[in-house]
Nanobody, 124 residues
Framework: QVQLVESGGGLVQAGGSLRLSCAAS????????MGWFRQAPGKEREFVAG????????AYADSVKGRFTISRDNAKNTVYLQMNSLKPEDTAVYYC?????????????????WGQGSQVTVSS
């Protein structure tokens, strides 16, 4: 069983920054890819960013490319999402997820375990 615990969400003004953290337990963290997804009210959960088990490969949704950075510290079993230049349309509940494979995937159905979600609200 895997547990993912997120932290770092909150309220920020447009143009500001936040960093989300996701601490994992219960599996060998470094061999599994991780992803960040988000879900706004009334919308489908969407892919934000993904990172391979080693951290050597990353990917981003077009809507966040150049503003968000995903990273991981395998010694701390933690994955991060640094969010800069935030916009009101970034407002959503953000989820981290783990999948049984070393490569990231943009498909939410490819992930086995999910965190509880962290609210990010960006005011205009």
């Amino acid at each position: 069983q895997v547990q993912l615990v997120e932290s770092g969400g909150g309220l920020v003004q447009a143009g500001g920054s936040l960093r989300l953290s996701c601490a994992a337990s219960g599996r060998t963290f470094s061999i599994y890819a991780m992803g960040w997804f988000r879900q706004a009210p009334g919308k489908e959960r969407e892919f934000v960013a993904g990172i391979s088990g080693s951290g050597g490969s990353t990917a981003y949704a077009d809507s966040v490319k150049g503003r968000f950075t995903i990273s991981r510290d395998n010694a701390k079993n933690t994955v991060y999402l640094q969010m800069n230049s935030l916009k009101p349309e970034d407002t959503a509940v953000y989820y981290c997820a783990s999948r049984s494979g070393s490569t990231w995937s943009p498909g939410k159905d490819d992930y086995d375990y999910w965190g509880q979600g962290s609210q990010v609200t960006v005011s205009s």
